[in-house]
């Protein structure tokens, strides 16, 4: 069973479109988190909620809307796209207090 | 705010040798974990080796070793007998301890590449 799954795994898109990404954990973890990574490859934290509250927002454009339905599931809406939107992100989940997160497979998201 | 710095972009390595990436953080915080992450060219995120600050013994994962020095904020990872599957970016991370949402601050990564 996959412990962090994101959907979809690729997502080519054009500017001005609205996407989402879907991010599911089945560990029972009550914190989750999304990453983005560009194209240098350089890791940074985007949001983190804890059981579905905002913990972190780091300095993300409010274009950028997550969403927890319940303690699973972190869902990462995107309006407007922009080609700097191009990246891969990855969600992760951790129990809180707990030192290892464990990651999705990503989604690369390629904006034209 | 805490850094953290690699100063390698790329790095490579004979198969069978050893090989040392190095990192180096900057935080005023007390208690801590530091991490070495691998993602190989699937870009799946794993962890290699963990070390909590308050430790002062180093970490070993098998082949994988750490050099922690908290006074000079150094946290190097040694890979021994490099095999060609250790190939992959590595990302030195830091995270402060039992802080909600315990986010990861990353570095910018080391590519390894391990020749046969």
């Known amino acids: 069973d996959t412990a962090v799954s994101q959907t979809p795994k690729y997502l080519v898109t054009q500017m001005g479109n609205d996407k989402s990404i879907k991010c599911e954990q089945n560990?029972?973890?009550?914190?989750m988190y999304w990453y983005k990574q560009d194209s240098k490859k350089f890791l940074k934290i985007m949001f983190s909620?804890?059981?579905?509250?905002?913990?972190i927002n780091e300095t993300v454009p409010n274009r950028f809307s997550p969403k927890s339905p319940d303690k699973a599931h972190l869902n990462l809406h995107i309006n407007s796209l922009e080609l700097g939107d191009s990246a891969v992100y990855f969600c992760a989940s951790s129990q809180a207090g707990a030192y290892e997160q464990y990651f999705g497979p990503g989604t690369r998201l390629t904006v034209t | 705010a805490q850094t953290v710095t690699q100063s390698q972009p790329e790095m490579s390595v004979q198969e069978a040798e050893t090989v040392t990436l190095s990192c180096t953080y900057d935080?005023?915080?007390?208690?801590?974990?530091l991490f070495w992450y691998k993602q190989p060219p699937s870009r799946q995120m794993i962890l290699v080796i963990r070390q909590e600050a308050y430790k002062q013994q180093n970490a070993t994962e098998n082949r994988f070793s750490v050099n922690f020095q908290k006074a000079a904020k150094s946290f190097s990872l040694k890979i021994s007998d490099s095999q060609l599957g250790d190939t992959a970016m590595y990302f030195c991370?830091?995270?402060?301890?039992?802080?909600?949402?315990?986010?990861?601050?990353f570095g910018g990564g080391t590519r390894l590449m391990v020749k046969p």
């Open positions: 935080t005023s915080e007390n208690n801590y974990y």
């Open positions: 560990l029972g973890h009550d914190t």
């Open positions: 909620y804890n059981n579905k509250e905002l913990i």
């Open positions: 991370a830091f995270m402060k301890r039992w802080n909600a949402g315990n986010m990861l601050t």
